[in-house]
């Protein structure tokens, strides 16, 4: 029954009713009212007719009574009407909380079509602000990253503020101190002083009545005041002890000095002094011949500062050790100069074998004949000694020392130091015999044999130097001694530095292949080189060279490093030699050709230059890079009609993109643009994907004003070459030139989404908002591209000066954190501080970039100016010279200049000379 009545029941009994809605308005009903729905009859002031009604509430006294609305004129406003709400006492219904949430609504819409405007605006003011008063901070910003580079000396040495107070404050008088008199304390202290006693003065003249009318004389302690004058005269004789007429008596200075040095050292706890010096004390009683104890006690006297108690430690000391060579030295140490001599002779007596103890002896002798006298009463005791010898014979004249050496290395057969000078005091014919009887004392040491093999390099021998290197080796070997290779080779090193190079060639030979595997050969001995060139030693390199090509005679990549090393520190007739002995082994390496006839070519012989071509030519008939080569020796040569007819060759035997580019080149040099366009056009046929062959194409018909055509040239070229970055560039400029900027961007951003993360892209792009004034872009694209090309040096030296300048000082610190090593950021720099007129600065970061890439043909045109503003003629004539020696082929501005069609003529100096005339000085 319950579960049918539950059934039965509707879903929406206990809900409340809908909004507006009017229970039988479906069935025709019109609805009713009830007088809950129109509230009360009267009016809510009217007196309650009610007899037995509640009295009214009466109001607290702390509750403050509502304030009426505001409804002065002063409080209306147009837009907002009155201050205070006319209808805030209504009930707040369904509807008007319907019509608030539209009002917000609309106001918000409103609010967001305003909203990129007003933050556009603001941001614009906040630029502005920035711009014209930066903050402290960002303005000191660079000054505070300097302060890690300040040393502490440097700190410390900073000037403090100034003091801002007054003379009388910054000086105040020192405050006088007068000493009182005795008499005036005894004459005070008998004004104080009671007594119920009266003297037989008093007793006699009535009371206190003085024997003279007027004055009453106190009792006066003459011997007080005495005492006081004399210890005011002492106080003015110790002010004027100083200087008696004029000269000083007393040094002050040297005073406080012998003070300061009576100090003790020691800063620690006088604690551990004291447990120190009693457990010190008790090892000398344990064991007084221990001298170690001894010496430890008189230095931690020292330290303490108490000399005499060291002294008087270390001298019981010598009583108790007189065998101990430690204990007398630092007696000697402690002591005087003139009491150590005695205690010297003292202990040469208990030791006379004593090398150090001589030594000391000779040391504290100040005239050069009484050290003489020393080491040779020395060498008498201790004939064996070679360090007596050795500072005996220092003293000594060349024939003295020649016969002390004779007599030294009788007592001391077995030092090297010892023969080998011997032999540089004797002639050629003595020195030899003391090298071999050298050679029979000690037949393990190498440096004997490099003597005699410099012996007779010196005197014209040069034969027997590489058997006696030779006979060296074998000796040694024979002798079990080890044949370390990198002692001989600095050995050879150090013999080229002496100038024996033949001996330093002969080691070279002898030793250069021991201890190396077959196929670890070719990289060692090329390192070796290299290190031996780092180290200037150019004749060892050549000589490593020299034997590692007599070994591989073939290898194309070792004669290549060969030539490299002559062209760069060696003269022309040795290049030009080592490069006919490579093309003889190798003919096949075109690059050795090449060199071979560029030297002969930049010597200024020209026919040798076409005589090596043509034998390169046998060699390789279809070389593309010989075919060039020729081409461009009879085109530098003025032989134009040859150039061609061996262009033509080319592109009959060997065709290539390149030698149609290079035969149409010709032909836009001489004027010929019909006949360019012709070979161009032959080319693209074959060599459709060859990009530099439709951008020259571009370029001949932008020549002759056949836009249109060009246009249609890039973008045919682009459809077969995406990849190719200067295609891109060069049809963007074509658009910029037609001041079609929308297109260009469109370019530009189309060469982007083909090839992204290129940074030559990201600049053109920057660059053309730029130029266009739009910076707020410009920086937006900057943003861009340093997200995708974060380590890009030609992005970061453009952000450099695209900010204020202000801020340049740390974008360019920002720069240099990611680009250390990049030539790019580092010309920014150099022109940063040209801008700043730091002279010095740049000036210095401009050789550096320079060195650090001498192929960029910007940074010497940059140093150029450089020099041309701020410098001297000598410094100009320097980095020409150096610009020449380097030949740089990139960098913007230049290829600007060295690739125009006017200038192919140009030789390296005078493209830097134009190249610097265009140049701006940055500011």
Not at 377 to 399: G, H, M, Q, R
Not at 502 to 513: D, E, M, S, Y
Not at 648 to 677: I, Y
Not at 874 to 891: L, S, T
Request: aromatic letters at 6%; charged letters at 30%.
């Amino acid at each position: 029954m319950a579960s049918s009545l539950s059934k039965k029941k509707k879903a929406f009994m206990g809900m409340p009713a809908p909004l507006g809605y009017v229970p039988g308005l479906g069935r025709g009903a019109t609805g009713f009212t009830t007088r809950s729905d129109i509230g009360p009859a009267r009016e809510s002031g009217d007196i309650s007719d009610e007899r037995h009604a509640p009295p009214p509430q009466k109001k607290k006294e702390d509750e403050p009574e509502e304030d009426d609305e505001d409804l002065n004129d002063a409080n209306y406003d147009e837009e907002f009407g009155y201050g205070g709400s006319l209808f805030k006492n209504d009930p707040y219904e369904k509807d008007d909380e319907e019509a608030d949430a539209i009002y917000e609504a609309i106001d918000k819409r409103q609010d967001e079509k305003r909203k990129d405007r007003r933050e556009k605006r603001f941001k614009e003011e906040v630029e502005k602000f920035r711009q014209e008063r930066p903050k402290i901070q960002q303005q000191f910003s660079d000054l505070k990253r300097k302060l890690t580079d300040v040393s502490y000396d440097e700190w410390l040495t900073i000037p403090e503020v100034g003091d801002a107070r007054n003379k009388r404050q910054r000086n105040p008088r020192a405050e006088k101190l007068t000493p009182i008199p005795d008499s005036v304390l005894a004459k005070s202290a008998m004004l104080n002083q009671e007594t119920t006693v009266l003297n037989p003065m008093e007793q006699k003249f009535g009371g206190i009545t003085s024997s003279i009318s007027g004055l009453s004389t106190p009792d006066i302690d003459m011997k007080k005041i005495g005492q006081a004058r004399n210890t005011l005269m002492d106080m003015k004789l110790t002010q004027v002890s100083d200087s008696v007429s004029g000269q000083t008596v007393v040094d002050p200075k040297g005073y406080l000095t012998d003070l300061q040095s009576m100090l003790p050292n020691y800063g620690g706890d006088i604690n551990d002094i004291k447990k120190a010096r009693l457990l010190l004390k008790s090892v000398r009683e344990t064991n007084p011949n221990h001298p170690p104890a001894w010496i430890a006690s008189a230095r931690l006297e020292e330290v303490v500062g108490k000399m005499q108690a060291a002294r008087n430690l270390i001298m019981k000391g010598t009583e108790q050790c007189p065998k101990s060579e430690d204990v007398w030295l630092e007696a000697a140490r402690l002591l005087p100069q003139d009491i150590s001599k005695g205690i010297v002779a003292q202990a040469v007596k208990q030791l006379p074998n004593s090398v150090k103890l001589w030594i000391k002896a000779a040391d504290l002798e100040t005239e050069l004949k009484a050290k003489k006298k020393v080491f040779r009463k020395a060498l008498e005791n201790i004939p064996n000694s070679v360090k007596l010898w050795k500072a005996a014979i220092e003293l000594e004249e060349e024939e003295d020392a020649r016969i002390m050496l004779s007599r030294a290395v009788e007592c001391c057969s077995q030092s090297v130091d010892l023969w080998l000078a011997l032999a540089r005091l004797e002639t050629y014919e003595n020195a030899r015999k003391v090298l071999n009887k050298a050679r029979e004392n000690i037949p393990t040491d190498r440096q004997i044999w490099i003597m005699a093999a410099k012996l007779e390099e010196a005197n014209g021998n040069l034969n027997m130097v590489d058997k006696i290197i030779d006979r060296a080796i074998k000796s040694l070997e024979a002798n079990r001694v080890d044949i370390n290779r990198d002692q001989w080779l600095s050995d050879a090193v150090e013999c080229e530095k002496s100038n024996n190079v033949k001996t330093c060639q002969a080691i070279i030979r002898n030793v250069i292949g021991i201890g190396l595997d077959e196929e670890d050969q070719i990289d060692t001995w090329t390192e070796d080189a290299e290190n031996c060139t780092q180290q200037s030693a150019y004749e060892c390199a050549r000589a490593i060279y020299a034997h590692a090509l007599s070994v591989y005679p073939s290898k194309r990549d070792l004669w290549l490093a060969a030539a490299y090393f002559e062209k760069d520190n060696g003269k022309r007739e040795s290049l030009e030699t080592l490069l006919q002995k490579a093309v003889a082994h190798c003919p096949k390496a075109e690059v050795l050709w090449l060199m071979a006839a560029k030297s002969r070519w930049l010597a200024d012989d020209v026919q040798g230059a076409r005589g090596i071509l043509a034998q390169a030519f046998g060699a390789n008939p279809n070389s593309e890079e010989i075919w060039l080569a020729a081409v461009k020796l009879e085109s530098e040569n003025k032989e134009y009609e040859r150039a061609r007819k061996l262009l033509a060759k080319a592109c009959h035997n060997a065709p290539t993109g390149r030698v149609f580019m290079k035969s149409a080149k010709l032909e836009w040099q001489l004027n010929e643009l019909d006949r360019a366009l012709q070979i161009v056009d032959q080319g693209l046929e074959s060599f459709g994907d060859f990009a530099k062959l439709w951008m020259m194409k571009g370029q001949l018909l932008e020549q002759k004003v056949m836009i249109d055509r060009a246009r249609e040239a890039y973008q045919e070229g682009l459809r077969k070459c995406p990849a190719s970055i200067d295609l891109w560039l060069l049809y963007s400029n074509l658009e910029l030139r037609q001041n079609q900027v929308i297109r260009a961007r469109s370019i530009l951003e189309k060469g982007r989404s083909r090839n992204p993360k290129n940074e030559l892209l990201w600049l053109h792009s920057i660059r053309l908002e730029v130029n266009a004034d739009n910076r707020a872009i410009a920086l937006n694209q900057m943003a861009r591209a340093m997200q995708e090309c974060p380590n890009s040096g030609v992005l970061w030296a453009e952000a450099i000066f695209l900010e204020s300048k202000p801020q340049r000082k740390t974008k360019s610190i920002d720069a240099l954190k990611v680009c250390e090593h990049d030539a790019n950021v580092l010309l920014a720099v150099s022109n940063l501080f040209w801008s700043e007129r730091k002279i010095q600065k740049a000036r210095e970061w401009l050789n550096r970039t320079v060195k650090l890439e001498p192929d960029l043909g910007d940074a010497w045109a940059y140093l150029y100016k450089f020099e041309k503003t701020h410098g001297t003629e000598e410094q100009q004539n320097d980095v020409r010279q150096k610009c020449i020696q380097a030949e740089p082929r990139h960098g913007e501005q230049w290829t600007k200049i060295s690739k125009a069609i006017d200038n192919w003529k140009m030789k390296t100096e005078d493209i830097l000379a134009k190249c610097a005339n265009a140049i701006q000085i940055p500011t």
